[in-house]
C-alpha cells in the first residue's frame, strides 16, 4: 500500500507542476488562454489527490481533515474555473492571475500546514 501511496503522490505533484508551469509559461503573453496542460494538470491533481486522500484512509492513517477539505476546495474551485473557460479562445488577466495564486496557495498548504514541521 506504501507504493500506491508514493506512486498517487508523485502523480498529485506532478499534476500541479503541469498547471503551475502551464500557467507560469504564459505569464508574458499579451493574450493569456486555458491551455491542454493547464487543464489536464489541475485534472490530474484532482483526481490523484481524492484517490490518495482514499489509500490513506484505508491505511487508518490521521489525516488532518480541515487540511484535507481547504485543499479539496482550492482544487475544486481551480477545477471549475479551468473546466468553464477550457474551450474559450482567450481569459481575463484577473482569471489567469487567480488561477495562479490559487494554485501556488493550494500548494502552499500541502508544504506549510503539517504539524510534523516545525519552523523555529
Known amino acids: 500500500m506504501e507504493t500506491v501511496r508514493l506512486v498517487l503522490l508523485l502523480v498529485h505533484v506532478l499534476g500541479f507542476a503541469a498547471l503551475v508551469g502551464g500557467l507560469l509559461a504564459q505569464v508574458r503573453d499579451p493574450e493569456k488562454r486555458v491551455t491542454a496542460t493547464v487543464r489536464d494538470g489541475i485534472g490530474t491533481a484532482f483526481v490523484s489527490g481524492i484517490l490518495l486522500v482514499g489509500v490513506l484512509e484505508a491505511e487508518d492513517a490521521s489525516l488532518d481533515h480541515a487540511k484535507i477539505a481547504v ?12 473546466m468553464a473557460n477550457a474551450r474559450k479562445p482567450r481569459i481575463p488577466d484577473g482569471l489567469f492571475f487567480g488561477l495562479l495564486v490559487l494554485s501556488v ?3 502552499a498548504v500541502a508544504l506549510f500546514w503539517s504539524p510534523t514541521h516545525t519552523f523555529a
Open 105 to 107: 496557495a493550494n500548494v
Open 71 to 82: 485543499k479539496f476546495a482550492v482544487a475544486l474551485v481551480l477545477l471549475v474555473l479551468v
